[in-house]
């Protein structure tokens, strides 16, 4: 039973895939992946009643992708459904297998562990209503655990699928029609770097077909060894990669990918990361143009800056909710159930969703509504969007820290000190406790916020700081071990 339930990870499946890092055994076997398979055809009679389902897989650019990929399909073929080989793929273009008409899948699973190391691997499941949640996938698990060993076969009923051509097209006539003409964006040098993941079909598919010039774009080709740089837009070594192919290149902009592209950043026309906080203010000014008034929700780490521009520059609401893209995601849905607007909830990892687009998380979206910004701004003569967010108030410092707890009772330990924290923060002076907070302890300080909030998964207390001033952070975090250093089950840094 621990075999399929320790995979779980949220609403994802993770997993040492391949051997080869000391300390690291491998937890995703084909024979794991193969239930798995299996029981996901299950899971879809079960909920979609009936046998015979149109189920599609996809991957990004792991090592061990194509023979996990065999064991899902024998898995699948076993419970009775019909096998579409998408091959290299992005995970939004698989959930958008369900929802194209001409491919029109009942479900579909993406092979890809993100921005993990090589040695990973991991799953996720897509019906036409969405991404399954983590009592879907427990379900699935379940149903593995009950199905026990499924042994190989001779794989009979795989049709290779055309998506990824399908969905590129579907990006490219987002933006035709967004900017209004058929190369909306000749005479601009724009760059890609897509860190050997899945992300490289957007030079060649989305970006030469509507006239940009591409010389500079990097890492394109698949290889899950990943030789330059982790995918992962909020890697340090990464956001330098594709800043230098910028720079070098005198691109009028930069864009990179994590490996299987549900998360993306920039970089404008002068080297300068358009990440985290910023993207967020690019991102919520072309959709309050849109949606005048509406509500943008964000992860809980959002900077006040990033508050300030949302309701005073742009007459938003700013939503601060908690770390989680599914969180960020599914708090932006229910508000709109309740009636109040929301059209984007954004996480600072660059998981980032619109309601015009099912919710969905996807990078490549995400830039195709950059990219119609950019066309419509040259086209008129009016400037770059770098501009567009040049006024945005940005901290002068961000620290981020994770005292570890010894405790082996970890959530309730954190609990407890998270308790002890709140109390903490009304005795001390010049620090209030931020009003309409929804995760951990936020505290407003002078020149500042400081947030402390419980880990669901590892023995830690993750720290956010933020400051105004220059070395006002560092100031916030000794306040704040001095406070902890009273709890003997921390190990502070």
């Known amino acids: 039973m621990n075999h399929y339930f320790r995979l779980q990870n949220g609403s994802d499946l993770r997993g040492v895939a391949l051997e080869g890092v000391e300390g690291e055994p491998v937890t995703l076997t084909e024979d794991i992946a193969?239930?798995?398979?299996?029981?996901?055809?299950?899971?879809?009679?079960?909920?979609?009643?009936?046998?015979?389902?149109?189920?599609?897989?996809?991957?990004?650019?792991?090592?061990?992708?194509?023979?996990?990929?065999?064991?899902?399909?024998?898995?699948?073929?076993?419970?009775?459904?019909?096998?579409?080989?998408?091959?290299l793929a992005s995970t939004p273009a698989m959930f958008m297998s369900t929802v194209f008409e001409n491919h029109g899948y009942d479900g579909s699973i993406m092979l890809t562990a993100s921005h993990l190391p090589f040695n990973r691997n991991g799953m996720k499941f897509f019906i036409r209503t969405g991404g399954l949640g983590k009592q879907e996938i427990r379900e699935i698990l379940t149903l593995a655990t009950d199905a026990g060993e499924i042994h190989p076969l001779e794989l009979s009923n795989t049709t290779k699928s055309s998506l990824m051509d399908d969905y590129s097209n579907h990006l490219v006539n987002m933006i035709r029609d967004g900017a209004g003409c058929e190369q909306p964006l000749k005479g601009l040098r724009i760059v890609v770097d897509a860190g050997n993941g899945a992300?490289?079909?957007?030079?060649?598919?989305?970006?030469?077909?509507?006239?940009?010039?591409?010389?500079?774009?990097?890492?394109?080709?698949?290889?899950?060894?990943?030789?330059?740089?982790?995918p992962n837009p909020e890697d340090s070594n990464a956001m330098d990669a594709i800043i230098s192919a910028v720079k070098e290149n005198e691109a009028d902009f930069g864009i990179i990918f994590d490996t299987d592209v549900d998360r993306a950043g920039a970089v404008d026309q002068h080297g300068k990361p358009i990440n985290r906080n910023r993207f967020i203010a690019l991102m919520a000014t072309i959709v309050l143009s849109e949606h005048p008034g509406s509500t943008i929700v964000t992860d809980s780490v959002t900077s006040t800056g990033l508050t300030w521009w949302i309701e005073q520059r742009l007459g938003g609401t700013h939503h601060r909710f908690q770390r989680g893209y599914k969180n960020v995601i599914n708090e932006a849905i229910r508000l709109n159930e309740a009636g109040t607007p929301s059209f984007l909830a954004l996480e600072t990892s660059g998981h980032?969703?619109?309601k015009e687009n099912w919710f969905l998380d996807d990078g490549a979206y995400q830039i195709a509504k950059i990219l119609i910004k950019i066309a419509q701004l040259n086209m008129a003569g009016q400037g770059t969007v770098d501009e567009l967010i040049v006024d945005l108030p940005e901290p002068a410092e961000?620290?981020?820290?994770?005292?570890?707890?010894?405790?082996?009772?970890?959530?309730?330990?954190?609990?407890?000190?998270?308790?002890?924290?709140?109390?903490?923060?009304?005795?001390?002076?010049?620090w209030s406790l931020t009003p309409n907070n929804f995760?951990?302890?936020?505290?407003?300080?002078?020149?500042?916020?400081?947030?402390?909030?419980k880990s669901l998964h590892d023995?830690?207390?993750?720290?956010?700081?933020?400051?105004?001033?220059?070395?006002?952070?560092?100031?916030?975090?000794?306040?704040?071990?001095?406070?902890?250093s009273g709890?003997?089950?921390?190990?502070?840094?």
């Open 34 to 87: 193969r239930t798995i398979g299996y029981a996901f055809s299950q899971w879809l009679e079960k909920e979609l009643g009936g046998p015979g389902r149109k189920v599609a897989v996809g991957h990004d650019s792991r090592l061990s992708s194509n023979a996990l990929k065999t064991a899902v399909f024998q898995g699948l073929e076993k419970g009775g459904c019909s096998v579409f080989d998408c091959g």
């Open 199 to 230: 992300g490289g079909f957007f030079v060649e598919k989305v970006l030469d077909p509507l006239g940009a010039e591409t010389t500079g774009s990097q890492f394109l080709d698949p290889d899950g060894s990943f030789p330059n740089h982790i």
């Open 352 to 354: 980032g969703a619109l």
């Open 398 to 430: 961000a620290i981020e820290f994770r005292p570890k707890i010894l405790d082996d009772d970890f959530s309730a330990y954190a609990e407890t000190v998270l308790k002890a924290f709140s109390q903490f923060v009304i005795n001390e002076e010049g």
């Open 439 to 453: 995760e951990g302890v936020h505290v407003t300080c002078n020149d500042g916020w400081v947030l402390l909030r």
């Open 459 to 484: 023995p830690q207390i993750p720290i956010n700081i933020e400051s105004d001033l220059s070395g006002g952070a560092v100031l916030l975090k000794e306040r704040v071990c001095s406070f902890l």
């Open 487 to 493: 709890f003997s089950g921390l190990q502070l840094p």
